[in-house]
């Protein structure tokens, strides 16, 4: 197990970004696939972007291709999520998630899916303003 805290959140207005880091602590002799997902008021937690624990290999939802960027820096066991352009439909509780996955350079298959992480860190809110 690993234990995850997200921070960087904040109430920003349209057009405006926010970078998100998670600090990933516990058990970090292992490789993990990265996750961030996001959950808005009354709807399901949804998939936003996943990297290999080396960061070679980056996923990213439609809804946030050419806005958001994920990044790792294992020296500092941290992931981040650099949104830029942000739009009021981004807003939502923006969680980090961490999936036991020995291969540094890969994904797995069902990487965009909320059952396919082991750990999760507790959100992080985000709200645009229109």
């Known amino acids: 197990q690993v234990q995850l805290v997200e921070s960087g959140g904040g109430l920003v207005q349209t057009g405006g970004s926010l970078r998100l880091s998670c600090l990933v602590s516990?058990?970090?002799?292992?490789?993990?696939?990265m996750g961030w997902f996001r959950q808005a008021p009354g709807k399901e937690r949804e998939f936003v972007a996943a990297?290999?624990?080396?960061?070679?290999?980056?996923e990213y939802a439609d809804s946030v291709k050419g806005r958001f960027t994920i990044s790792s820096d294992n020296n500092k066991n941290a992931v981040y999520l650099q949104m830029n352009s942000l739009k009021p439909e981004d807003t939502a509780v923006y969680y980090c998630?961490?999936?036991?996955?020995?291969?540094?350079?890969?994904?797995?298959?069902?990487?965009?899916?909320?059952?396919?992480?082991?750990?999760w860190g507790r959100g992080t809110q985000v709200t645009v303003s229109s």
């Open positions: 990297a290999s624990w080396s960061g070679s290999r980056t």
């Open positions: 998630a961490a999936k036991r996955w020995t291969y540094l350079h890969s994904l797995p298959s069902s990487y965009s899916f909320p059952s396919e992480y082991d750990n």
């Open positions: 516990g058990r970090t002799f292992t490789s993990y696939a």
